[in-house]
C-alpha cells in the first residue's frame, strides 16, 4: 500500500515466526518482522529535527550508533563549533542521554504501530489506499491552508509524504480498534451517573453569619447586650471580637457552607432562623454570638440539564478506558514477540530492564530537551507537535 515506506517496515500478511533474531540491518523485529535501520534512522531524524522547535538554522544532531556514538560525536563537533573544546567524554554522555530520549520514543512509535496493524489484521480490519488518501486530505485541509503549507510542514519537520500516509493508516487502524474497547454512553449510565453524584449537580445551602468571637464568655455576653442595645455590628465587633477576619468587617462572613466553620458554630448557624441574634454558645476557638443574616437554599440542578457535562465526562474516561485496554491487549499479543537489539532496547522490548536514571545538564542542549515530533499513532494525523504514543 505504501511502498515508500515498504523498504523500512516490512509488515506480513500474516504474522511471521516469534524468533528473537534480530537482522543485521535492523534493530528490533516484532513476530519476525524488522524495524530496519534504515527506517529506524528516519524517523530519529524526524525527532532530532522537532527537538528543534521550528528553529531552521539549529543544528539537528541525531544519535544513532551506541554505545559508542562516534558519529554522534562528530555531527556535534561539526555542527555546534562552540563545544569543539569540550571533551569527549562530555560529548558522549550528551549524546547517550539525547539517545535515551529519543529511541524510546522512536521505537515506541514503530513498535506499537506494528502492533496495531497486526491486531487490526488479526480482526480482519483494513484500510484501503483510498481510504487513507481521504483521511489525508480531510487532515490537510483542516490543519493546512494550502499546499504551499503542508509542503512546508513536510520540510520543518523531516518527513515525507509516504511518513504522514503511513501516520495516517495507522491512526485509522488505531481508531477502529479503540471502537471495538469503547463503551457507549447511554441515557441509562448517564441516569445511574447522576443518581450516584446528586450532590455534585446543583448548590449546597450557604448562609452569611454574622460573628463576635472572644476567649471570655464575659466579652461575649457584653457584646450580646451591646448588640441589643442597638449598637451597630461594626462598632459591636471592632470592641469585643478577637476574630481577626472579621472583626473589622462587622463579624461578616458570606456564603458559608454546611461545614465550612468550626463544629459548634456550625452546627448552631445552620438551625437558627434569619435575622435573630443567638448565643452565647461555647465552641473550640472561644464564644460566639452570631445572627444569620440571609439563608441561600440548597439547589438540585435536572438530568435534563446535567446530561451534556455527564455525557462529556463519560465519553472520556470511556476513551481512557478503551485505549488502556486496547494497549494492554497489543502488549499481551505481541510483547513477548518484540525483540529489540541490546543497545536499542526499551520498555516495549521483551526482556527490557530500565537503567538507573541520574540527572545532567547536557552540553548539547539545542537538541537534548525538547519534546520529540515522532507522532502517536493515536494522535493527530498531522501536526508537528504530536507525541509518541506511551
Known amino acids: 500500500m505504501l511502498t515508500a515506506l515498504g523498504a523500512f ?9 516469534c524468533g528473537s533474531d534480530v537482522p543485521s540491518n535492523s534493530v528490533a523485529a516484532v513476530a519476525g518482522n524488522p524495524i530496519t535501520t534504515q527506517a529506524y534512522k528516519h524517523w530519529m531524524f524526524v525527532a532530532a529535527k522537532g527537538n528543534t522547535q521550528g528553529a531552521t538554522t539549529a543544528p539537528v544532531i541525531v544519535p544513532t550508533d551506541p554505545p559508542d556514538f562516534n558519529d554522534c560525536l562528530n555531527q556535534v563537533r561539526e555542527q555546534i563549533p562552540t563545544l569543539d573544546k569540550t571533551p569527549d567524554k562530555t560529548l558522549k554522555s550528551d549524546c547517550a542521554e539525547l ?47 494550502t499546499p504551499a503549507a503542508f509542503a512546508a510542514f513536510l520540510t520543518s519537520t523531516g518527513q515525507t509524504l509516504a511518513d504522514v500516509k503511513y501516520r495516517v493508516l495507522v491512526n485509522q487502524l488505531y481508531a477502529a480498534l479503540l471502537k471495538r474497547y469503547t463503551q457507549q454512553v447511554t441515557p441509562a449510565k448517564i441516569a445511574a451517573y447522576y443518581t450516584s453524584h446528586a450532590s455534585s449537580f446543583g448548590t449546597h445551602e450557604t448562609r452569611n453569619i454574622r460573628i463576635i468571637r472572644n476567649t471570655s464568655e464575659k466579652q461575649v455576653l457584653a457584646a450580646k447586650a451591646a448588640l441589643q442595645s442597638g449598637q451597630s455590628w461594626t462598632v459591636v465587633a471592632k470592641k469585643y471580637s478577637i476574630d481577626s477576619a472579621t472583626k473589622d468587617t462587622g463579624g461578616l462572613l458570606v456564603d458559608v457552607a454546611n461545614g465550612e466553620v468550626e463544629h459548634a458554630l456550625n452546627a448552631a448557624a445552620f438551625a437558627a432562623p434569619v435575622n435573630k441574634l443567638e448565643g452565647p454558645i461555647h ?47 497489543v502488549k499481551k499479543s505481541f510483547g513477548d514477540k518484540t525483540f529489540c537489539r541490546e543497545d536499542y532496547s526499551m520498555a516495549d522490548c521483551n526482556g527490557y530492564k530500565a537503567p538507573a536514571t541520574t540527572t545532567t545538564t547536557p552540553a548539547v542542549s539545542p537538541t537534548a530537551t525538547a519534546t520529540t515530533s515522532v507522532p502517536s499513532s493515536s494522535t493527530s494525523t498531522t501536526s508537528s507537535s504530536s507525541k509518541s504514543s506511551t
Open 99 to 145: 539517545f535515551n530520549t529519543l529511541n524510546g520514543q522512536v521505537l515506541d512509535f514503530l513498535i506499537k504501530s506494528y502492533w496495531y496493524q497486526a491486531q487490526a489484521h488479526a480482526l480482519g480490519i483494513k484500510e484501503t489506499n483510498k481510504q487513507v488518501l481521504s483521511a489525508l486530505a480531510t487532515a490537510q485541509k483542516q490543519e493546512f491552508p
Open 283 to 329: 465552641g473550640t476557638f472561644g464564644w460566639y454570638v452570631f445572627e444569620v443574616t440571609k439563608s441561600t437554599p440548597a439547589t438540585t440542578e435536572p438530568l435534563a440539564k446535567a446530561t451534556p457535562s455527564i455525557r462529556q465526562l463519560l465519553a472520556g474516561q470511556y476513551q481512557t478506558a478503551s485505549e488502556n485496554e486496547l494497549k494492554a491487549a
Open 9 to 17: 517496515f516490512a509488515l506480513a500478511a500474516a504474522v511471521a515466526g
